[in-house]
């Protein structure tokens, strides 16, 4: 099965880490990104990176934000072929001092956020009887980790949103996957080990083993393009039958 080219790809959170390796991914497939992130200028400067890609300012957790973007993207492309849910950031805290804000900033990030692209490219994908969705959890999507009850909330949740979406479009040739990741090499690992070695009372390598490492089976870190891989494999016309699973890019856990 071969599978189209130029196909038009959303994700979102694009402008660096795993989402900029998800575009580099499509790209190198020879397919157009439309980089969908908060950061216009960093998305504009991705894009530029990329090449066959474009930058667009959006809050994935406004519904005017997301429906403006897509309608924007639909005129200028004529449709949406694969959307990839990325977007995220990550809030340290124990529960019982986790504050309200945070806690709604990070579900309206990670699980209102793809439901809204979702329920706005569900249209064009119907038009055409075809469509990708790819919606990014994480490792904390099945498993928990202390200090990260508003992640593993919205990382659990979005495997429910999309094995509803995965359900109610089997029938039009349009799958809805999830991928697990574990912890990737960028810049939201770096910046959560302080707060985590402070919240445990050790030293930031402890925490990295503590928390990040020392549950996984390779010991390593991955690399952004391992996951960028996996989504352009259930992007493919090969993977036209897997839909409403639930895949672990982890290095094992
Ligand atoms: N890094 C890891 O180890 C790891 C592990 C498992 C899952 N994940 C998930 O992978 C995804 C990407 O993580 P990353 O490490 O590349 O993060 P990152 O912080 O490097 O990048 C996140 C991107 O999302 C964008 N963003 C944030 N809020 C947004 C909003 N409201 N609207 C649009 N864009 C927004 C940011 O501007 C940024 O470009 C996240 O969903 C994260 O939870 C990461």
């Known amino acids: 099965m071969t599978t189209q080219k130029d196909r038009t790809v959303i994700v979102t959170g694009a402008a660096q880490g795993i989402g900029f390796a998800i575009a580099q991914s499509f790209i190198d497939n020879g397919d157009f990104v439309a980089i969908f992130d908060l950061n216009l200028e960093a998305a504009e400067e991705?894009?530029?990176?990329?090449?066959?890609?474009?930058?667009?300012?959006?809050?994935?957790?406004?519904?005017?934000?997301v429906?403006?973007?897509?309608?924007?993207?639909?005129?200028?492309?004529?449709?949406?072929?694969?959307?990839?849910?990325?977007a995220g950031l990550q809030y340290i805290?124990?529960?019982?001092?986790?504050?309200?804000?945070?806690?709604?900033?990070?579900n309206d990030v990670m699980l209102k956020g793809p439901f809204l692209t979702i329920k706005h490219v569900i249209p064009t994908?119907?038009?055409?009887?075809?469509?990708?969705?790819?919606?990014?959890?994480?490792?904390?999507?099945?498993?928990?980790?202390a200090y990260k009850s508003a992640y593993c909330a919205a990382k659990y949740g979005?495997?429910?949103?999309?094995?509803?979406?995965?359900?109610?479009?089997?029938?039009?040739?349009?799958?809805?996957?999830?991928?697990?990741?574990?912890?990737?090499?960028?810049?939201?690992?770096?910046?959560?080990l302080p707060k985590l070695a402070e919240q445990d009372g050790t030293t930031v390598e402890e925490a990295l083993n503590h928390h990040i490492l020392g549950k996984q089976w390779m010991k390593r870190l991955l690399e952004p393009s391992e996951i960028g891989a996996t989504a352009?494999?259930?992007?493919?016309?090969?993977?036209?039958?897997?839909?409403g699973e639930s895949i672990g890019v982890t290095g094992g856990a």
């Open 158 to 192: 979005v495997v429910g949103l999309s094995d509803v979406t995965a359900l109610e479009t089997a029938k039009h040739g349009i799958t809805c996957n999830v991928i697990m990741p574990g912890p990737v090499r960028t810049e939201l690992i770096e910046k959560q």
């Open 125 to 145: 994908m119907k038009k055409q009887q075809k469509g990708r969705i790819i919606n990014i959890s994480s490792a904390h999507g099945r498993m928990p980790d």
């Open 46 to 65: 991705a894009a530029t990176k990329l090449g066959h890609a474009k930058g667009f300012q959006v809050n994935v957790a406004n519904e005017e934000s």
């Open 93 to 106: 805290s124990p529960v019982e001092d986790f504050p309200v804000e945070k806690w709604d900033l990070l």
């Open 67 to 86: 429906k403006t973007a897509i309608d924007q993207l639909i005129a200028e492309r004529g449709t949406v072929d694969v959307l990839v849910n990325n």
């Open 232 to 243: 352009v494999f259930l992007a493919s016309d090969g993977a036209a039958a897997i839909t």
